[in-house]
């Protein structure tokens, strides 16, 4: 197979010989590299491998070039080159323009000349690019699923797969010659879907999610009966935690239901993220941090359900739902929110069947031609409604308020504003959804005057807030009246028996009113709400274990 092309642009000679040598030093035994020396040579040069059927994963253009800038030569690539990932060679002065480009044409990065010493400015980022391009173009030889579209445990088990980063595909039964062939082959009539086929050759059927994950070789059980501290919860709260445990020396278990990340693992774009200027998917963020974790000895227990906590002395046992449990010194509680479901009459039924809470990069490309609707009107919502018009022929954002701005960042209300295929319907809620087997029609209500309106929709994606994970508590861990916990102060100021702080210190900033038991993230009482104050809540959590152990 021909090598996947990566193409530099660039109209200075010596700049263009510096950056090929560059590219080829480290990337010339899997990819071919070549040059142009404008971007009228580019785009002729792209026609030519796009007409010869190969694959461009990266081009990397100088922006200050005569005739046609380095911006316009991207924009302008990407019919020929629609997913190659796209890189701006800048001077400082140009910036501003770069960082505006990343909005308008989707620029993966950009880069300030010079670019020495290589091995810290350059490569790093090519490679993360290099990468990500792989994943999504390498001959496929992974897992495959056999399903319904409208299939509940079928989009439940592409989310576990896709949200624990094994690579899979789907075959979908109604559409696909080959998925009714391998159904045939190893399900036969009445077997249950989806089947999953391993790459061992080892078929599931209908199966939940431990299974899959024992399947999978996922570890689903803990190596040990004790542990300094045990992490409830995977999202960017518990893996900032476990990272910063393990790294301390702790001998750390973090135990998550569904997979690495929680919800922001199912963002599509994270753009406020310090550090990454053009933003990084949940998935990429919750497997970055899932790996540094279990580099510094973490250790992952998956699909497995926390249903109570005991204490017992100085230490505490965390039991499972099949009546196992495990021991630790601390717990750190970090199960963050669990999506607020839509009341709207008949919408439950139809749940994971059209109607979906969240959205991840799998739902946004399922949906290409067809009309989308999203209820919701903070961030989370505005983002969604962004990755899926990609996609969609039409998004419509259903809006209770009357302001967009009212909830959502400025910089995500300008970018829906600009967008073409998206609507913005304000003080409107959904009334009602109906279908047979799947979503087939929502009726919208106007607030005010409230008219109603029957619309055809296959997809609906709810963005209306969230609830906290803690009912497997019990009553010894207090916590407000929607569920969120007490921590620090809150706790100190407690005057009720059964939660009233016990001892002559006072708790811990992020300690709970059972000594040892620390909450960090979206399942605490005012917390931020946001990606990197529930990282920062995790690590400090850490600091509090440490002066916790120091005092028993």
């Given at each position: 197979m021909a090598r996947p092309i990566?193409?530099?642009?660039?109209?200075?000679?010596?700049?263009?010989?510096?950056?090929?040598?560059?590219?080829?030093?480290?990337?010339?035994?899997?990819?071919?590299?070549?040059?142009?020396?404008?971007?009228?040579?580019?785009?002729?040069?792209?026609?030519?491998?796009?007409?010869?059927?190969?694959?461009?994963?990266?081009?990397?253009?100088?922006?200050?070039?005569?005739?046609?800038?380095?911006?316009?030569?991207?924009?302008?690539?990407?019919?020929?080159?629609?997913?190659?990932?796209?890189?701006?060679?800048?001077?400082?002065?140009?910036?501003?323009?770069?960082?505006?480009?990343?909005?308008?044409?989707?620029?993966?990065?950009?880069?300030?000349?010079?670019?020495?010493?290589?091995?810290?400015?350059?490569?790093?980022?090519?490679?993360?690019?290099?990468?990500?391009?792989?994943?999504?173009?390498?001959?496929?030889?992974?897992?495959?699923?056999?399903?319904?579209?409208?299939?509940?445990?079928?989009?439940?088990?592409?989310?576990?797969?896709?949200?624990?980063?094994?690579?899979?595909?789907?075959?979908?039964?109604?559409?696909?010659?080959?998925?009714?062939?391998?159904?045939?082959?190893?399900?036969?009539?009445?077997?249950e879907l989806p089947l999953v086929l391993m790459t061992d050759g080892s078929v599931l059927r209908g199966a939940a999610m431990p299974e899959l994950a024992d399947a999978l070789g996922l570890s689903t059980k803990a190596e040990s009966a004790l542990y300094d501290v045990v992490v409830v919860g995977a999202g960017p709260a518990g893996l900032a935690a476990a990272v910063y445990a393990s790294s301390e020396g702790l001998r750390v278990a973090v135990i998550e239901r569904d997979a690495p990340g929680g919800q922001a693992g199912q963002s599509a774009r994270i753009e406020n993220y310090l550090g990454f200027p053009n933003g990084l998917s949940g998935s990429d963020l919750s497997h970055r941090a899932t790996t540094q974790a279990k580099r510094l000895g973490a250790e992952m227990v998956l699909a497995r359900t926390v249903e109570a906590l005991e204490p017992r002395g100085c230490i505490h046992a965390v039991r499972f739902d099949d009546g196992s449990e495990i021991e630790a010194r601390a717990v750190i509680v970090a199960t963050g929110v669990s999506y607020r479901l839509l009341a709207a009459q008949g919408v439950s039924e139809l749940t994971g069947k059209g109607v979906f809470y969240g959205a991840s990069a799998n739902d946004a490309r399922a949906t290409e031609g067809d009309d989308v609707y999203i209820v919701g009107a903070a961030n989370s919502a505005g983002q969604a409604a962004l990755h899926l018009a990609q996609f969609a022929k039409r998004v419509v954002l259903l809006v209770r308020g009357n302001s967009l701005a009212a909830g959502m960042s400025q910089y995500l209300v300008e970018r829906i504003e600009a967008a073409e295929n998206i609507e913005v319907r304000l003080g409107t809620e959904v009334a009602r959804g109906t279908g047979t087997d799947h979503l087939e029609t929502l009726t919208i209500a106007d607030r005010a005057t409230g008219v109603e309106e029957d619309v055809a929709a296959n997809w609906l994606f709810v963005f209306i807030g969230a609830l906290p994970r803690t009912d497997w508590l019990g009553d010894d861990v207090a916590r407000d009246d929607h569920g969120f916990i007490l921590t620090g102060p809150d706790v100190a100021a407690l005057t009720d028996d059964a939660t009233r702080w016990q001892l002559e210190r006072q708790p811990f900033l992020l300690e709970t009113s059972i000594p040892g038991v620390f909450a960090a993230g979206d399942v605490r009482r005012s917390s931020m709400k946001r990606v990197a104050s529930a990282v920062g809540e995790g690590s400090s959590s850490v600091s509090n274990v440490h002066l916790y152990l120091e005092t028993i």
């Open positions: 990566i193409l530099t642009v660039d109209d200075d000679v010596t700049v263009s010989q510096a950056i090929t040598r560059d590219l080829r030093s480290r990337y010339a035994d899997r990819y071919r590299i070549v040059r142009a020396g404008s971007g009228a040579e580019a785009l002729a040069a792209l026609d030519e491998l796009a007409q010869r059927d190969l694959q461009v994963a990266l081009i990397v253009s100088d922006h200050r070039m005569p005739e046609m800038t380095g911006i316009e030569l991207l924009e302008r690539s990407r019919p020929l080159t629609p997913g190659a990932k796209r890189v701006l060679l800048t001077a400082y002065a140009d910036t501003d323009v770069a960082i505006k480009a990343i909005n308008d044409i989707g620029l993966d990065h950009y880069l300030m000349k010079p670019w020495a010493p290589p091995e810290e400015r350059l490569y790093p980022v090519l490679d993360d690019l290099l990468d990500e391009w792989d994943r999504a173009n390498s001959r496929f030889e992974g897992v495959r699923v056999v399903g319904n579209k409208w299939s509940e445990r079928s989009y439940d088990t592409r989310m576990f797969l896709a949200r624990n980063h094994v690579a899979y595909q789907w075959l979908e039964l109604e559409r696909d010659a080959e998925a009714q062939r391998l159904y045939d082959l190893f399900g036969g009539a009445g077997s």
